[in-house]
């Protein structure tokens, strides 16, 4: 049986998520404001969707994975301060352009999501890594996406 081959990324959150985010928290806002809520609850529910796309975003654009890496040792995972961690592919989803990798590392296991998109990488490395993904042997269950 041959191996899956070797491959290696640098990992950076994608601008095109996180314009959407923002379009949708506006609209979110936009909604409250519209509806015929009292201004106390409108102020309320406008400043948690505030909060919470903050909170959002902050954990999209400032991720912990610096660079993924898979090899015969399986998956690594690096931070932003050089630590590595091997890990676990929990499940991956494609969607046309979008490539979704859910992975577990650490002690105790945290979940690690990357989502690959046209902004944050190229075609050819989401082909290549669509096909490392076919080498593997998956033992996991999807994410529900079907």
């Known amino acids: 049986m041959k191996s899956a081959p070797a491959i290696a990324f640098d990992y950076r959150p994608s601008r095109r998520v996180a314009i959407a985010v923002v ?8 909604a409250v404001f519209l509806s015929g809520l009292s201004l106390g609850m409108r102020l309320v529910l406008a400043l948690a969707a505030l909060v919470l ?8 654009l400032r991720p912990r994975i610096r660079r993924v890496a898979h090899g015969a040792g399986g998956w690594l995972l690096v931070d932003g301060k050089g630590n590595e961690c091997s890990a676990r592919l929990v499940a991956h989803v494609q969607r046309g352009n979008l490539l979704l990798l859910d992975f577990q590392a650490g002690n105790p ?5 990357v989502l690959l998109t046209g902004d944050n990488s190229d075609a050819d490395l989401r082909r290549r890594l669509i096909l490392v993904l076919a080498a593997t042997v998956r033992t996991s269950t999807p994410l529900g996406l079907e």
Do not use: E, F
Not at 109 to 113: A, E, L, N
């Open 53 to 60: 796309t903050v909170l959002a975003l902050g954990k999209h």
């Open 23 to 30: 379009g949708v928290a506006a609209l979110a806002i936009l």
């Open 109 to 113: 296991p945290r979940q690690q999501r």
